[in-house]
T-cell receptor
C-alpha cells in the first residue's frame, strides 16, 4: 500500500528552527509537495521537490532524498503565525496525490 | 496560480436535506477540479475529480449518487450532498491544479454541519 508518515505534533519556540520530517512509501514518485494549513482554513502551497537536494525559499526550506524516501521541511526564525499544520503530499506513478495526515506545529513564545 | 472561491463558507442543515456547494476558479479556466473532505484532525481525503464537460471520477468508497458533481463550465464545479446525514458533517474543500508544478490552489472550504 501507499503510506506517508509525519509526526502528529511538534512544539517549538518563537525565533528557533524546526524540522518536520516526512517519509513515504508509494508506487512510484513524481514529486513531493509541502502545504501549510492554518486551523479552519484550506491548505496553501509551500514547496515542491522532485530532485534530490535542498530548495530554499525565504525562511522555509525543503529537502528531498528519493533513495531514502524522505523529505523534511525546515522552518527558520519561527514566528507565532507559523503555528499551523504542515502537510506532506507525494505524487505517485499515476500522478495521483497521496496526502500525509499532517504535522501540527505549535509555536510557544 | 489560481484564485478559487467556494460558497457557502458554512452551512447547517437538517438531516435528509440536500446541500449544494459551489467552487469557482476566478482567474483560471479549469478543466479539472478536485473535491476533498477533511474530518477534524485528519488528513485531506480526495472524494472525486471533477472534469469539465464529462462525468466526475470518484474515489473508491465515495458514493456517486450521494455526492453529485457537476462541472458545467471551465470556472464552476458544484458538489451536492444529497440526503445529508450527521456523518456527512465535515470540511469540504475544492482545488484547482495549476502553476509551475501543477500544485493545487484550494478554495477556502465549506464547513457542513448536519443536525
Amino acid at each position: 500500500g501507499q503510506n506517508i508518515d509525519q509526526p502528529t505534533e511538534m512544539t517549538a519556540t518563537e525565533g528557533a528552527i524546526v524540522q518536520i520530517n516526512c517519509t513515504y512509501q508509494t508506487s512510484g514518485f513524481n514529486g513531493l509537495f509541502w502545504y501549510q494549513q492554518h486551523a479552519g482554513e484550506a491548505p496553501t502551497f509551500l514547496s515542491y521537490n522532485v530532485l534530490d537536494g535542498l530548495e530554499e525559499k525565504g525562511r522555509f526550506s525543503s529537502f528531498l532524498s528519493r533513495s531514502k524516501g524522505y523529505s523534511y521541511l525546515l522552518l527558520k526564525e519561527l514566528q507565532m503565525k507559523d503555528s499551523a499544520s504542515y502537510l506532506c503530499a507525494v505524487v505517485d506513478s499515476n500522478y495521483q496525490l497521496i496526502w500525509g495526515a499532517g504535522t501540527k506545529l505549535i509555536i510557544k513564545p | 496560480g489560481a484564485v478559487v472561491s467556494q460558497h457557502p463558507s458554512r452551512v447547517i442543515c437538517k438531516s435528509g436535506t440536500s446541500v449544494k456547494i459551489e467552487c469557482r476558479s476566478l482567474d483560471f479556466q479549469a478543466t479539472t477540479m478536485f473535491w476533498y473532505r477533511q474530518f477534524p484532525k485528519k488528513s485531506l481525503m480526495l472524494m472525486a475529480t471533477s472534469n469539465e464537460g464529462s462525468k466526475a471520477t470518484y474515489e473508491q468508497g465515495v458514493e456517486k449518487d450521494k455526492f453529485l458533481i457537476n462541472h458545467a463550465s471551465l470556472t464552476l464545479s458544484t458538489l451536492t450532498v444529497t440526503s445529508a446525514h450527521p456523518e456527512d458533517s465535515s470540511f469540504y474543500i475544492c482545488s484547482v491544479p495549476t502553476g509551475s508544478y501543477n500544485e493545487q490552489f484550494f478554495g477556502p472550504g465549506t464547513r457542513l454541519t448536519v443536525l
